[in-house]
Every structure is written in structure tokens, then in C-alpha cells.
């Protein structure tokens, strides 16, 4: 679809795909990829026809980790200079669902990357993890963070500190992950699963995400404010006056995303 060097993309029936491509160094992440990512999920995020997005790697890995080679001579000052992380943060901004297919390796910056899908499928030959601490750092792009929130503060450090990979069972037991699944089947269930999204009411979906995620940092009570207005909000949308319309009329609503 787009002339880009390290990821494939596509649109079939509403659902954009990107698919990670370095094949050669098991979809490394480098800063050309992360460029180009964010390229991506931006450009979809703005295009009213996808309304939603799939992430994927290869059979063999997701991505087995940030591309070491790249950032082997760096210095504190050459990262702080650079922003490091920067295009990573925008990945945060991202305002359709994100379902993520994990197969093979998922480690280090892959993982970072894995976990900024809203679902996320995996393999049963899925591995994940941290190993940065085996290479005198630690994860940059939000894993100790992300984790810490998905699995609890022990058991995040037990795999931070080990830096040793996670089942996909183990993966599914902590809540990190939605699903294992066939190897075979991992990518088309993520598909499957994104239709069915996208044939909900756009806005809903929009404003869910958006209150689930800010009730991670929320107070309950805070939470539930914001959670209110989101909900008065979707009253001022044409999409609440046909979805409600249609479930009197007892036929299927026609969402339009207004």
C-alpha cells in the first residue's frame, strides 16, 4: 500500500494491517521502523475508512527486540539530544483499537511495541520478554511501567530482574495477553476479532479507550467522572440516535462514526 522499508501495510474491509518487515534480524526495532510505524498507525488513525488496526510480525518472531547494533555507541547525551522515545509517546495518542498477533519472539522493544495494543493474540509459541538487564539497561519505552500495571509490582520485578522469557500461558495467566491461540490461526483471529470492533459504534469505541486508559491513573471516583462525561458526550452523536432507533426497530443500526 505505501512505500515504506520496514513494514508492510493494508486496508481490506475497514481494517488497516501493519505488518513488522526486517525478516532478516527477526523484525529488530530501528529508528527507521519506529518512524515508519508511527507513520502508519497516524495516517489510519486519521482515515475514516479503517476503524481498526492490526499489528503483526512474522511466524518465526513479532520482533525479538530492539535493533542492538544501532544503539551500541549511544551516550545519555546523544538519547536526551535525540528523544529517544519520543515517536513512542505519540503511539499513545492513537485513538482506534490497536489488536495486536504475536507469534515466535517477542522481547525487549518488541515487547515494548506489542504492548501498545489495546488486545493482544498470542501463539502458543509466543515468547515474551525483558532482557535488557542482561545488557546492563532496562526496558526505555514504557515495559517496567506497562508491566508493573499488568501484572502487579512482584511479579514485574521477578521478570524484570530475571530478564527471562514468558510462556504465552504465563503471559495469559498474568493478564498481559488476551488469548493464546494456534500459531496458524493467530493472525486470522485477530482479524476476526478487529471486524467485529469495527462494526461497533465508532465514537463508543473511541471514548471507551479512552476511559479505560485513563482509569488506569484515576481514583475510582475521578475515573467514574470522567467515565460520566464521556457517556453524556455520546448522547450529542448521530450514532446514539440510530443505534437506539434500530434496537426498537429490531433491525441491525447503520453506525456512521457522527
Not at 42 to 71: P, Y
Not at 81 to 88: D, G, R
Not at 181 to 205: F, G, H, N
Amino acid at each position: 500500500m505505501s512505500n515504506y522499508e520496514t513494514i508492510l501495510t493494508s486496508i481490506e474491509e475497514g481494517i488497516a494491517s501493519i505488518q513488522l518487515n526486517r525478516p532478516r534480524v527477526l523484525n529488530a526495532i530501528n529508528r527507521p521502523m519506529v518512524t515508519e510505524l508511527l507513520d502508519a498507525f497516524e495516517s489510519f488513525d486519521r482515515n475514516d475508512e479503517v476503524k481498526a488496526i492490526v499489528l503483526t510480525g512474522s511466524e518465526r518472531a513479532f520482533a525479538a527486540g530492539a535493533d542492538i547494533d544501532e544503539m551500541k555507541e549511544d551516550t545519555a547525551v546523544s538519547l536526551e539530544l535525540l528523544n529517544q522515545f519520543k515517536e513512542w509517546d505519540r503511539l499513545a495518542t492513537i485513538k482506534k483499537p490497536i489488536i495486536g498477533a504475536v507469534n515466535g519472539y517477542c522481547f525487549g522493544g518488541g515487547f515494548e511495541l506489542a504492548l501498545c495494543a489495546d488486545i493482544l493474540f498470542a501463539a502458543e509459541n509466543a515468547q515474551f520478554g525483558f532482557p535488557e538487564i542482561k545488557l546492563g539497561v532496562m526496558p526505555g519505552a514504557g515495559g517496567t511501567v506497562k508491566l508493573t500495571k499488568l501484572m502487579g509490582q512482584k511479579k514485574a520485578l521477578e521478570w524484570l530482574w530475571l530478564g527471562d522469557p514468558m510462556t504465552a500461558d504465563e503471559a495469559l495467566q498474568y493478564g498481559v495477553i488476551n488469548r493464546v491461540i494456534a500459531p496458524e490461526l493467530v493472525v486470522d483471529e485477530a482479524k476476526k476479532y478487529a471486524k467485529i470492533v469495527a462494526s461497533r459504534a465508532p465514537l463508543s469505541t473511541r471514548l471507551i479507550k479512552e476511559t479505560v486508559y485513563k482509569s488506569i491513573d484515576y481514583s475510582t471516583y475521578e475515573g467514574m467522572q470522567f467515565e460520566r462525561k464521556n457517556f453524556y458526550l455520546l448522547f450529542s452523536s448521530q450514532d446514539q440516535k440510530e443505534g437506539m432507533k434500530a434496537f426498537v426497530e429490531k433491525r441491525p443500526a447503520e453506525f456512521k462514526g457522527k
